[in-house]
């Protein structure tokens, strides 16, 4: 019995180094982060409805501003508490820094069910921002394709990416005004 034992412990350990040996050549194989936000990258242009109900009106197009003026993207969801906190400073900051050309839109990842309320949510943290929607997530795919809720990109003058962060968390409030201000100057 015990000889069974040991013989499969051995096999055990085979197929997990064969296992093992199989993730870490895939990682290698795989291409670097395509679609997705990074750092250093241009993101990928793209046009949303302002959400109904919001009181921001109109369409958004990142093209407007895209190497122009520094530009905040933001995915938000009405489900997502973080992201109203998130939302709520960013209205703060959107209010300090605008003059300096600061562009903030939000997107909504909410699907069809939830995006009705995203308008409300809005108006009712009183954000003046563009907050549009993006119900069939084809922006959302290309940009942030783990639909991560708040999930923040920085992107400065120039149309490159200078930052990205996930979550809110008490260090992300504190710095996030002076990160804005050095994303406007």
């Not at 900051?93 to 903030?104: F, H, P, T």
Request: one cysteine or more; aromatic letters at 6%; glycine letters at 8%.
């Amino acid at each position: 019995m015990t000889r069974f034992g040991a013989g499969r412990a051995g096999t055990f350990k085979m197929m997990l180094r064969a296992l093992l040996g199989t993730a870490a050549m895939l990682v290698v194989l795989a291409p670097a982060r395509v679609g997705i936000a990074t750092v250093g990258a241009r993101p990928p242009d793209f046009t949303l409805r302002g959400a109904a109900g919001a009181p921001w009106k109109g369409t958004f197009k990142l093209s407007e501003y895209l190497g122009k003026r520094p530009v905040v993207i933001t995915f938000t969801a009405t489900w997502c508490a973080p992201c109203e906190l998130e939302m709520m400073a960013l209205e703060k900051e959107r209010a300090r820094l605008e003059s300096r050309g600061l562009v903030v839109v939000a997107i909504a990842i909410d699907d069809a069910s939830t995006a009705p309320q995203v308008g409300a949510m809005a108006r009712r943290l009183k954000v003046q921002f563009p907050v549009v929607t993006d119900v069939d997530s084809s922006v959302t795919a290309r940009i942030n394709p783990r639909r991560t809720c708040p999930f923040m990109i920085s992107v400065d003058r120039s149309g490159k990416i200078v930052r990205e962060s996930e979550g809110w968390t008490a260090e992300h409030m504190k710095n996030l005004p002076k990160d804005l201000e050095s994303l406007v100057n």
